[in-house]
């Protein structure tokens, strides 16, 4: 028996929707069309659809990152600067950053402790330290003894402090500088802190060469146009 082909019908394209019980609005219960699809189909998802979805999450909340100071700047020729502060013999690391229950909770942000820098001694340095851009702490015996504690010496390279001269130093507060990068110096003699006031301007001219170990660093009042040598540990 011949048949007699009947007349041709268009092509149909049908598009086929996978869904999960995720992408149901709450409350809905699925079609009939739905729950078949949903059941029959175990392909995964396209890749195009993948990357859609992919950028239409919003991203997952990441922690700030803690507040950091970084270290002093390399040397890289002479210091130049004004003395900032002249302090006396047995300065504690509680009076370079005082501490307790107002300024503990701002360990972490070291651009709001600078500003508590010395403050028991002269309230008015770390504002003096900003103005000048900076500039040089001369100190007595024991600078540095008592709690150990980073910040004390982080804050002051905040504030531009690029060196320190003690008579003496407490060993921690010696390191915790040095790491800091602000550069610590002993005078040579106990009278020599006598030969500097405050606001002087300090010049220390054989930086960074003068730092080669057993060599002495020269510093020059400029203002008196005197100089002297002071040592240092690195």
Do not use: K, Y
Not at 125 to 140: D, E, I, S, Y
Not at 187 to 202: I, T
């Amino acid at each position: 028996e011949t048949r007699t082909p009947g007349p041709s019908r268009p092509a149909t394209i049908c598009c086929v929707w996978t869904l999960n019980a995720s992408q149901l609005a709450p409350g809905r219960a699925a079609s009939p069309r739905e729950r078949t699809t949903m059941s029959t189909s175990s392909s995964p998802p396209r890749p195009a659809l993948s990357a859609l979805a992919g950028l239409a999450a919003p991203a997952a909340p990441t922690a700030s990152p803690a507040p950091s100071c970084p270290p002093g700047a390399p040397l890289t020729g002479p210091v130049r600067g004004r003395v900032l502060l002249m302090c006396g013999d047995g300065v504690t690391t509680e009076q370079v950053l005082p501490w307790g229950a107002r300024i503990a909770p701002l360990a972490g942000d070291i651009g709001a402790l600078r500003m508590h820098a010395f403050a028991t001694l002269d309230p008015e340095f770390a504002a003096r330290a900003v103005a000048c851009g900076g500039g040089l702490v001369l100190a007595g015996d024991s600078l540095g003894h008592g709690e150990p504690r980073d910040q004390a010496a982080l804050v002051l390279a905040s504030l531009g402090v690029r060196a320190v001269i003690a008579r003496s130093w407490a060993p921690a507060f010696h390191r915790r500088l040095r790491d800091a990068g602000v550069l610590p110096l002993t005078f040579g003699r106990s009278v020599d802190l006598d030969a500097f006031a405050e606001g002087e301007e300090m010049e220390l001219p054989t930086l960074p060469h003068g730092l080669e170990p057993g060599r002495p660093v020269v510093v020059r009042n400029l203002t008196r146009g005197t100089q002297l040598d002071v040592r240092h540990d690195l």
